[in-house]
């Protein structure tokens, strides 16, 4: 016994043909983001850095103890990243709180590649 159903692949036009519809959303392109490094001192104490690490960046004292130490053998350290105006604010934010409490520890922001 022979079957004479078709499959359908999609709706069809009146001409037969299978259409397809696609929509197209406008590409919006994302913001840059930008790194926040802390760069390592002989001068900043080591506790001080986890300090700033848990108090702006929201870290626990195991991870911002892991970064410190990063800082601390590498030279820098990628502390986290950020939209522009956010990452100019931690910068901003952790310089100054560096300079209150008389430490040279340096932070800076990169765009992120």
């Known amino acids: 016994m022979q079957s004479d159903m078709h499959m ?14 696609t929509e197209t959303k406008p590409k919006t392109k994302r913001p840059p983001l930008y790194k926040v490094l802390l760069l390592n001192d002989d001068y900043t ?14 870290l626990n004292h195991a991870q911002a103890f892991e970064i410190m130490l990063t800082v601390h053998k590498k030279g820098l350290a990628v502390v986290g990243v950020f939209s522009h105006e956010i990452a100019e604010t931690k910068v901003a934010q952790v310089m100054d709180f560096a300079r209150r409490h008389q430490h040279p520890l340096q932070c800076t922001m990169e765009k992120e590649e």
């Open 8 to 21: 359908m692949a999609g709706p069809m036009d009146d001409d037969g043909d299978t259409s397809v519809v």
């Open 45 to 58: 104490p080591m506790e001080f850095v986890v300090h700033v690490l848990e108090r702006f960046f929201g």
